[in-house]
């Protein structure tokens, strides 16, 4: 496992930018070199893709106290996939837990109810990892 799989790895919260520009907060998957971002019918993330399938994102994390301060900065044509619930399952897990009774019910429901449910697929063109980090006194 590379340093950026293992930071990509962490149940960080990644910013996506599309054309418009707009930026918004969303949980990821990263596997197998790729991002894999839950959306659907209630956001016009896909729609915006499918206009234009540029997109940029950055995962990062700034904790005062340890001192990591480290991003990664990742950017390529993004493509809608079908949605397959195991992949939804590794996601959601990383984020919410094991125990999918205690999920909040629309969460569950992108994986069993929700046939809108769709992925957001980034294989970057471009990965940087940048390491900030500093020394706590």
């Known amino acids: ?42 956001s016009r993330l896909p729609s915006r893709i499918r206009r234009r399938p540029r997109i940029a994102l950055t995962v990062d994390v700034c904790e005062l106290d340890t001192g990591e301060v480290r991003q990664v900065l990742a950017s390529g044509d993004a493509q809608l996939r079908p949605f397959d619930v195991a992949r939804g399952r590794r996601k959601l897990v990383r984020y919410l837990g094991q125990d999918e009774q205690r999920w909040d019910p629309r969460f569950r429901a992108y994986l069993h109810e929700n046939p809108d449910t769709l992925w957001i697929h980034l294989r970057p063109s471009r990965l940087v990892l940048t390491d900030l980090s500093y020394q706590v006194p």
């Open 1 to 42: 496992m590379t340093e950026v799989d293992e930071f990509l790895a962490r149940p960080l919260t990644a910013r996506v930018a599309t054309d418009g520009p707009t930026v918004r907060p969303t949980w990821y998957l990263w596997e197998d070199g790729a991002f894999w971002i839950l959306s659907g019918s209630w």
